[in-house]
Structures are given as C-alpha cells and as structure tokens.
Antibody
Framework: EVQLVESGGGLVKPGGSLRLSCAAS????????MSWVRQAPGKGPEWVSS????????YQSDSLKGRFLISRDNAKNSLYLQMNSLRVEDTAVYYC????????????????????WGQGTLVTVSS | QSALTQPASVSGSPGQSITISCIGT?????????VSWYQQHPGKAPKLLIY???NRPSGVSNRFSGSKSGNTASLTISGLQTEDEADYYC??????????FGAGTELTVL
C-alpha cells in the first residue's frame, strides 16, 4: 500500500523558515519524480515544486523561486521542502504527491497528474 | 501565470448530467494532452478523477469522463449522485515546464 506521510508543519513567524518532510513507502521511490502541492485555506491547490528521481531536474513555481527548495534522499525514501523567508500568504496545507502513471523510465520528470497524496501538513505563517 | 478558468459553481439533480469547463490558453490546455481533474470533499486531499484529458484511474466510476477541444477541457459527470457534491479542480501542464490549477468549481447536488 502506497503511503505518503508529511511532517514538519506548524506555526512560524513571517520571515522564518521551516523544513517539511515526507516519508514514502509502498512503491519504488527512486523510480518516480516527486512533488509538493499546497492549498491555502478556501483556495484551490497550487503546484509548488517537483524533483526528478536522481535530483538532477528540479522544477519550481516561478512565484516561489529563491525561497523554497525541494530535495530528496532515495536511501531514506524521503522528500523534503525547505521553506525560507516565509510570508503570511504561504499559509497552507502542504501535500507530498506523486503520479504512478508517470514513471521516469517513460520520460516523465514533471508528472502532469497525481494519484497519490499524503494527508498534508499545515503551515501557518503568522506573527 | 493566471489560473485556469472554471465556473465557480454548478448544480444538478440526482440522475442528471453536468459538465464543468476549464478554459486555458495555447500555452497550457491547448498545448498538451495533459489535463487532469480532481475531486475534493471538505477536509480531504484531492482525488484524481481523470488524467491525460480522458483517462480514468482504476476505481473511478465511469460516470466521470473528460474531453478537450482547443483551449477548453471539460469534465462530465453523468447520473449525478449526492456523494458527487464536492469541489472539482482541473489542472494542466504548461509550456513553461510547470503546472497550473483551476480555481475550482463547487458542485451542488440538489
């Protein structure tokens, strides 16, 4: 059974930093690109960033470049999101996601759809 | 990049069919066959309903179908059921190697 378990969310002041983690199991983690998607309260989902299986290709939302950095550790089956210079508008539930229909062996480094989502971790940026 | 355009709300009666539109540009929806649709119930993570314009993941009811024409994608739900009441989001891959979501459509089953 595929499991994606996020952790690391919480309350942080504007300008602060936070590192989210995602523990993956139940599939060949090193065979897929992984992504983060966030959803602000009452808003639609927003794609944040994706990383290829060997970390060589990283894709990021233009609006977040320079503040957020995605990384992964295949030995630990883990995905990370380092978030710096946090703003009130970064308040959201952050989901770890992947698309099983898009293995990298088929050339998908930025999966266009995600059939597996974690339960999400809430990040609240407030003074 | 602006979000894909979806109607804020749609409604229908049980048994009826409804269609939700998703309007993009020739840099996203019109450029690739990588449109997907998600259903989200309150307090839950989004659930993939349709990928690659018209493919259904295993376990998703065949009452859900997707299509695309030009820069507009559509999700049709036939035989509406009360449990279909939820928010629906479209998303597309873009020419700038990113993903863009729609703002969402709230479906009410009357």
């Amino acid at each position: 059974e595929v499991q994606l378990v996020e952790s690391g969310g919480g309350l942080v002041k504007p300008g602060g930093s936070l590192r989210l983690s995602c523990a993956a199991s139940g599939f060949t983690f090193s065979g897929y690109s992984m992504s983060w998607v966030r959803q602000a309260p009452g808003k639609g989902p927003e794609w944040v960033s994706s990383i290829s299986s060997n970390s060589e290709k990283i894709y990021q939302s233009d609006s977040l470049k320079g503040r957020f950095l995605i990384s992964r550790d295949n030995a630990k089956n883990s995905l990370y999101l380092q978030m710096n210079s946090l703003r009130v508008e970064d308040t959201a539930v952050y989901y770890c996601v992947f698309g099983s229909y898009y293995p990298e062996s088929s050339g998908y480094y930025l999966p266009p759809a995600y059939d597996y989502w974690g339960q999400g971790t809430l990040v609240t940026v407030s003074s | 990049q602006s979000a894909l355009t979806q109607p804020a709300s749609v409604s229908g009666s049980p048994g009826q069919s409804i269609t939700i539109s998703c309007i993009g540009t020739n840099s996203d929806v019109g450029a690739y066959n990588y449109v997907s649709w998600y259903q989200q119930h309150p307090g839950k993570a989004p659930k993939l309903l349709i990928y690659d314009v018209s493919n259904r993941p295993s376990g998703v009811s065949n009452r859900f179908s997707g299509s695309k024409s030009g820069n507009t994608a559509s999700l049709t739900i036939s035989g509406l059921q009360t449990e279909d009441e939820a928010d629906y989001y479209c998303t597309s891959y873009t020419r700038s190697s990113s993903q863009i979501f729609g703002a969402g459509t709230e479906l009410t089953v009357l």
